[in-house]
């Protein structure tokens, strides 16, 4: 069983910045796949910004070149630093960890405001 645990959000004034982290524990092996997914009141979940386990990245057109994920694989832990927020970023954000022939898992989400 792999178990996720994000941390970080909360409330901040457009323009700011959050870091969210997640440590992923449990038997996950090395070779694994994390992301943030962000669901937004009364729209759709979707992609934010992946990592592979060789560490290309992928980005939603709408945070790329403010938000960056990272790993450290070491820790089992994904982060997403958000630069220059703005009130359209607000949502649960999720972390989610996909192990090859296992599929993917899920943290429980954590919240992000951003105020005008």
């Known amino acids: 069983q792999v178990q996720l645990l994000e941390s970080g959000g909360g409330l901040v004034q457009a323009g700011g910045s959050l870091r969210l982290s997640c440590v992923a524990s449990g038997n996950i092996g090395s070779n694994y796949a994390m992301a943030w997914y962000r669901q937004a009141p009364g729209k759709q979940r979707e992609l934010v910004a992946a990592?592979?386990?060789?560490?290309?990245?992928n980005y939603a057109n709408s945070v790329k070149g403010r938000f960056t994920i990272s790993r450290d694989n070491a820790k089992n832990t994904v982060s997403l630093q958000m630069n220059s927020l703005k009130p359209e970023d607000t949502a649960v954000y999720y972390c989610?960890?996909?192990?090859?022939?296992?599929?993917?898992?899920w943290g429980q989400g954590t919240q992000v405001t951003v105020s005008s």
């Open positions: 989610t960890c996909t192990v090859p022939g296992r599929g993917g898992y």
């Open positions: 990592i592979s386990s060789g560490i290309s990245t």
